[in-house]
């Protein structure tokens, strides 16, 4: 099995390819070896967050490293960033998730692995622009340790919107209805959440909110206002990727009853591992 491991997938597999910086900030990659590779496949374990923009280039330099020798590269990129930006909403948008798939297929990748893909809404294989995307779901592993913290109790899950509600299919679990405000005057960059309502009973019930991403956090903190006013007994929140932007996880920790994330981005409550998954790739 021939596996290239990044210094920033450390915390699962040694690192066995070097990733550095020039002193002027110019990205520096090699790969220790590359000869061994040469035209046989290879499995590149890199994560692409933070820092999103110089681990896209690093990416870049490393899968021309190795088109170089003629392997054949299937990358695992647990978070696929610009994934969000999948329409144009504006005059003049790009449409940035295409151009970055485009980016990394052109580069040499035959096929990237990723989880929950925010615009495939969905498990599986998938061609985006160029690129053969393998989306793999951390939904069950959420829930999985969902019901450990709720010590046997009953526990429902619910999508905060219907992008979400892939991940809680399986759990017949039901989607909330979010609405968003239109952009700011000169500031396009984010959407505030205006709304979110449901037609379900949360009463007296055990909630876990399952998102593909908790980022500023406003979505997460109206899904549980909603289920506290409407009578919920324990409210967790959980989504797969944690970037916990303005000092949102002290938010949600203060109105949740419990917030927790998987390790695809590295942050304090990555209580849940993709370290089995990755194994078997
Ligand atoms: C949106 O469609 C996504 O699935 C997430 O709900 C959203 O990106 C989370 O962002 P924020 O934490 O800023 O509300």
């Known amino acids: 099995m021939n596996r290239l491991i990044s210094p920033n997938f450390q915390d699962i597999f040694e690192p066995n390819i070097e990733v550095g910086t020039f002193p002027d900030g110019d990205t520096h990659v090699r790969i220790p070896g590359i000869t061994k590779y040469e035209n046989r496949s290879v499995t590149l374990f890199h994560r692409l967050y933070p820092n999103q923009n110089s681990s896209l280039i690093e990416l870049v330099f490393l899968l021309d490293a190795l088109r170089s020798v003629g392997a054949k590269v299937t990358v695992v990129a647990p978070y696929l960033p610009y994934a969000r930006q999948d329409k144009a909403r504006l005059e003049g948008e790009v449409i940035s998730a295409e151009v970055i798939c485009n980016l990394i297929a052109e580069a040499g990748c035959d ?51 219907q992008g979400a509600s892939y991940l809680v299919e399986k759990e017949g679990g039901k989607a909330m209805k979010k609405t968003r405000r239109d952009y700011k005057e000169g500031k396009i960059s984010y959407r505030d959440v205006e709304d979110m309502k449901m037609n379900f009973e949360v009463k007296g019930k055990n909630i876990i909110i399952l998102d593909d991403m908790i980022s500023t956090g406003s979505t997460m903190i109206k899904a549980i206002e909603v289920m506290k006013k409407a009578g919920a007994k324990k409210v967790f929140c959980a989504a797969t990727h944690g970037f916990f932007l303005h000092n949102s996880l002290e938010k949600l920790e203060a109105l949740a009853d419990g917030v927790f994330v998987t390790d695809t981005i590295i942050s304090p409550v990555s209580k849940v591992g993709m370290a089995v998954k990755c194994k078997a790739l």
């Open 111 to 161: 096929s990237l692995i990723t989880f929950d893909c925010h615009f495939l809404k969905k498990e599986g294989e998938k061609v985006y622009g160029k690129l053969k995307i393998i989306n793999i779901s951390m939904s069950g592993e959420l829930m999985a340790y969902a019901r450990q913290i709720c010590d046997g109790e009953e526990c429902e899950a619910v999508a905060p919107d």
